[in-house]
């Protein structure tokens, strides 16, 4: 397929090989044959299908039931592919709008159809490469707004999507002034933050990860919806997937929007020690996120990380860096969890207050009850690892510390680098596939 070139001037003139379509006769036809054709040219799903399975590939890989190693070449073939998908949607997206409006009602089915395709056709690719760095940003959120809520078909539903994302001060500064989103991607997944933890690299600005609150009709699509899934890249599960959805443009924040974290230039450099002043990443290289930390550690050479720590590859296929002084990644420690717990009293707080104004014998006190107590839970548990956090720092100071390598139980052929304490707590890693560096295996670390 011929790739469009990009225009600012774009005529939105439909490209001939896509078929006429109209509500009443899918596509001017019958013919489930013809139908499912006419589908497939409408919505390219050629191209998402070569992605689908390079993708599936990706993930063979990380999981070690690959020959294959071009892991980043791969990666780079999607990019590739989601850009044109991306520029085949917003050469055609007047009659793709007519398409996912008319589906967009389908109580019957409860969304399922809408979700499907949209979540393959129009979320998938920006899944990929979206970012407000891009210079189709604006065109594609505009279009993608204009859509149906996800909730569309079921207009009973009146309640608020609990929000998290990851954005410099002029962005929240603006978020907060203006309570009107700018930018549709968001996460009610509350780690999800940290595979972005290193932002600041790419431009030296600080990084906030902020809580908003939308209503359910500002949200345009969700990668993870009444407990299915869009495969391999999209969501896959709660421990690897994004929980990403996409929430309309200049949507109102239902209240004040909440600074839980700030992330700054100094502190990725805490973590990752090896790191100079005045460094900066180059944000193409790490795959709009997805090789963030193999961006950075092949921006250095094996010399100068090992001089300050660990280098390994995980059982995913993953590089990852461990640091022999715990010293830095202990502080972060302490500096989120006691942000956290600031966050999770102002909520409690929150709905300290909505009890006292609703009657106890209704359902909606009972929900109501339940976040309050949710919000004990995690301040309770998070303060208990904060004085873990506060004793581990205390030995780092003391050098009351080693690191060990443990076996996995199941699987012995596996080990994992752990720092142990004095007082009892670890930091301990994920699985290691190669180790690369001086065996340290029960030495002290000094």
Same mark, same amino acid.
């Given at each position: 397929m011929n790739k469009i070139k990009y225009n600012k001037k774009r005529s939105n003139k439909n490209i001939k090989s896509i078929p006429p379509y109209n509500k009443k006769g899918f596509?001017?036809?019958?013919?489930?044959?013809? %139908?499912?054709?006419?589908?497939?040219?409408?919505?390219?799903?050629?191209?998402?299908?070569?992605?689908?399975k390079i993708d599936k590939e990706i993930r063979l890989i990380t999981q070690g039931k690959s020959k294959q190693k071009n892991k980043l070449e791969l990666e780079s073939q999607?990019? =590739?592919?989601?850009?044109?998908?991306?520029?085949? &949607?917003?050469?055609? =997206?007047?009659?793709?709008?007519?398409?996912?409006?008319?589906?967009?009602?389908?109580?019957?089915?409860?969304?399922?159809?809408?979700? #499907?395709?949209?979540?393959?056709?129009?979320?998938?690719?920006?899944?990929?490469?979206?970012?407000?760095?891009?210079?189709w940003f604006d065109e594609y959120y505009d279009w993608i707004s204009e859509f149906q809520s996800l909730y569309n078909w079921d207009k009973t539903k009146n309640q608020f999507q609990n929000s998290l994302r990851l954005m410099d001060n002029d962005e929240f500064n603006q978020f907060s002034e203006s309570n009107e989103n700018q930018n549709p991607s968001w996460s009610d997944k509350a780690d999800i933050w940290k595979r972005f933890s290193i932002n600041p690299l790419y431009d030296g600005k600080d990084y906030n990860l902020v809580s908003s609150v939308f209503n359910f009709d500002d949200v345009l699509f969700k990668s993870k919806y009444n407990e299915q899934d869009l495969g391999d890249r999209l969501a896959q599960d709660s421990e690897i997937g994004e929980n990403e959805f996409f929430i309309r443009k200049n949507a109102k924040c239902q209240f004040q929007p909440i600074k839980i974290l700030t992330k700054t230039f100094k502190d990725v450099q805490r973590e990752y020690e090896f790191i100079?002043? #005045?460094?900066? %990443?180059?944000?193409?290289?790490?795959?709009?996120?997805?090789?963030?930390?193999? @961006?950075?550690?092949?921006?250095?050479?094996?010399? $100068?990380? /090992?001089?300050? #720590?660990?280098?390994?590859?995980?059982?995913?296929? $993953?590089?990852?860096?461990?640091?022999?002084?715990?010293?830095?990644?202990?502080? +972060?420690?302490?500096? $989120?969890? @006691?942000?956290?717990?600031?966050?999770?009293?102002?909520? /409690?707080?929150?709905?300290? =207050?909505?009890?006292?104004?609703?009657?106890?014998?209704?359902?909606?006190?009972?929900?109501? $009850?339940?976040?309050?107590?949710? +919000?004990?839970?995690?301040?309770?548990?998070?303060?208990?690892?904060?004085?873990?956090?506060?004793?581990? &720092?205390?030995?780092?100071?003391? #050098?009351?510390?080693? %690191?060990?390598?443990?076996?996995?139980?199941?699987?012995?052929?596996?080990?994992?680098?752990?720092?142990?304490? =004095?007082?009892g707590g670890r930091i301990r890693q994920t699985l290691v596939n190669e180790y690369y560096g001086k065996d340290v295996i029960g030495k002290r670390i000094v």
């Open positions: 596509f001017k036809t019958n013919n489930e044959f013809l %139908l499912n054709k006419r589908y497939e040219l409408f919505t390219n799903k050629k191209v998402i299908d070569a992605m689908g999607v990019q =590739k592919l989601s850009n044109q998908q991306i520029d085949f &949607l917003l050469s055609n =997206k007047d009659k793709l709008k007519k398409f996912y409006d008319s589906i967009s009602f389908d109580k019957k089915n409860k969304n399922r159809t809408f979700w #499907g395709s949209y979540g393959q056709t129009i979320f998938y690719p920006y899944s990929v490469v979206g970012n407000k760095y891009e210079k100079p002043d #005045g460094f900066r %990443l180059d944000v193409k290289k790490s795959l709009n996120g997805f090789e963030s930390v193999n @961006s950075l550690l092949n921006s250095f050479s094996d010399e $100068e990380i /090992l001089k300050y #720590g660990i280098l390994y590859e995980d059982t995913n296929g $993953e590089n990852k860096y461990f640091a022999n002084n715990p010293m830095g990644v202990t502080i +972060q420690n302490i500096k $989120e969890y @006691s942000s956290w717990i600031k966050y999770f009293k102002i909520k /409690l707080e929150f709905y300290d =207050k909505q009890l006292q104004f609703v009657n106890p014998f209704t359902t909606f006190y009972k929900n109501v $009850e339940s976040m309050r107590n949710t +919000q004990k839970e995690l301040i309770e548990n998070y303060e208990d690892d904060l004085n873990q956090y506060r004793d581990n &720092l205390k030995d780092c100071k003391n #050098g009351d510390y080693e %690191l060990v390598w443990r076996e996995n139980k199941s699987n012995t052929d596996y080990k994992f680098p752990t720092i142990e304490f =004095k007082n």
